[in-house]
């Protein structure tokens, strides 16, 4: 049974949880139940951890992180499998993700060394001064990560505040803890520290709280559903933390006349499907202007029609296999309902059977389905997507934008007043034009409205795990 990482030891805890398959329902591993006094000890941990690795030369710890990196790589098959075995997606798709998580580490390891602070001449009323901007790691940071993608996720927080010099205490999902748990295995390897990376395992009901609202912890980065996003943040509130929040989405895609419209639907196909639909981020409401929204649905039906979802271990099987179970029962079971009072004409997909386990949904395309429905106003977490036709392009945006979230979103067009319009006037923190809904490591990613607010990738990232602090010196005459 894998053990969690506090202060350099692996530890156990007096109860255990289960790692359920969802392909399968089979159990795959144990690993602890935390308790709140675990959480103490994490969070203790990193706290003696933080004087050294505040101080250590920044190239020494960007060593340290191209280390990770280089050794996640080399492990990069045993990591997919484990992430394919607890999460459900196929071996292809957790070998991109371990990519990513390769890559994203890269990046802030270079970037480590890239932290400027500002030197400014100051007026000379009260006698020659100039001033300086520092910039100071923050503590000890909680980095909450989801089930969807939970190696990319942790990527996204613990390079950022290593790199600057914090230390973590991350708690992955309940449900999918074993790459995590392994992951940082590899980052101790490498020469992090002990107590400058920890891990505490369990459900986030029973040791989210402690961790949030532990009184050491300075700096909170928390990915996951909206409604349990504002209850981290009202954690934060009394010890006044800072807090990012990625939390949920309802990207929409806006298809014009003049859309290259196999491209979009390539993409959307990717942007929907990928990860049986499970990410805040991707295409969840399609707008497709009149003139072309026929062949759009077509070429959308006929594609989604070559998906057969399937166990993800069974790639040498199926080699055609793209897509796995959704994580939960629970989520399925919502999915469905969503499906059922969404209205609208079912053109494929939907159904729960072909399997005698796991919990499997058939990729749907639904058209114009109620713009009250529950398919329309909430997040749909997995492989459904509603499309609607549309004759005016501001009647597009507007529908784009009525919605609580605010995430990402995308316009296929040639049209330079209307790339410019979507950039403008679509309430999201990022717009794709002819793209792919994809997190770029080198830009700024993060919300607006109920999605969240903060950033993570890019540079802008660095910006939330440091304190700014003005120094000014005198008595230069």
């Given at each position: 049974m894998p053990q969690m990482l506090i202060g350099g030891e692996q530890r156990a805890a007096a109860a255990e949880l289960e790692v359920v398959n969802p392909a399968t329902e089979e159990v795959v591993d144990t690993v602890p139940a935390a308790s709140a006094e675990d959480v103490n000890s994490a969070v203790e941990a990193a706290k003696r951890a933080f004087p050294e690795w505040s101080k250590t030369d920044t190239e020494k710890r960007a060593a340290v992180l191209a280390a990770a990196a280089d050794l996640i790589e080399q492990n990069a098959k045993e990591l997919a499998a484990l992430l394919t075995s607890e999460q459900g997606k196929p071996i292809a798709e957790a070998m991109g993700e371990v990519t990513h998580l390769v890559h994203g580490v890269h990046y802030y390891a270079e970037a480590a060394t890239k932290v400027r602070g500002v030197h400014q001449e100051l007026p000379s009323a009260f006698g020659p001064a100039y001033g300086m901007v520092i910039r100071r790691p923050m503590g000890v940071c909680a980095a909450i990560t989801p089930y969807n993608f939970p190696l990319t996720l942790l990527g996204t927080k613990v390079a950022p505040a290593l790199a600057t010099g914090n230390t973590v205490v991350a708690k992955p999902a309940a449900t999918t803890p074993l790459a995590t748990l392994r992951v940082a295995e590899?980052?101790?390897?490498?020469?992090?520290?002990?107590?400058?990376?920890?891990?505490?395992?369990?459900?986030?009901?029973e040791i989210g709280d402690a961790l949030v609202s532990h009184p050491d912890v300075r700096r909170v980065a928390f990915t996951g559903s909206t409604e349990v996003g504002k209850h981290v943040a009202s954690l934060s509130v009394p010890d006044l933390k800072r807090v990012t929040l990625e939390l949920g989405g309802s990207d929409p895609v806006i298809v014009c006349e003049d859309a290259d419209v196999e491209a979009a639907v390539k993409a959307v196909i990717i942007g929907r499907y990928w990860n049986a639909g499970q990410a805040c981020l991707g295409c969840k409401r399609v707008?497709?202007?009149?003139?072309?929204?026929d062949d759009f649905v077509s070429q959308l039906v006929d594609r989604v029609s070559r998906y057969e979802p399937g166990d993800g271990t069974m790639k040498a099987e199926k080699p055609k296999l793209r897509m796995g179970p959704i994580h939960t029962q629970h989520g399925r079971d919502e999915l469905v309902e969503q499906i059922e009072d969404g209205g609208g004409e079912v053109l494929i997909g939907g159904g729960t059977g072909g399997h005698d386990r796991g919990w499997f949904l058939e990729p749907a395309v639904i058209a114009e389905p109620r713009e009250d429905s529950r398919l329309v106003r909430e997040e749909v977490f997995g492989p459904v997507l509603p499309v609607f036709r549309y004759s005016d392009f501001d009647d597009a945006i507007r529908r784009a934008n009525d919605t609580r979230y605010g995430l990402g979103s995308s316009i296929w067009t040639h049209d330079v007043r209307k790339i410019h319009r979507a950039a403008q006037d679509i309430d999201a923190g990022m717009t794709w034009v002819n793209q792919i809904h994809y997190g770029y490591d080198e830009l700024p990613f993060g919300g607006m409205k109920e999605s969240g607010f903060g950033k993570e990738h890019g540079l802008e990232a660095l910006d939330h795990y440091v304190e700014l602090k003005s120094v000014v010196v005198g008595g230069l005459a």
């Open positions: 590899l980052f101790a390897e490498a020469g992090v520290p002990d107590g400058v990376l920890n891990v505490v395992t369990g459900r986030g009901s707008y497709v202007h009149e003139s072309v929204y």
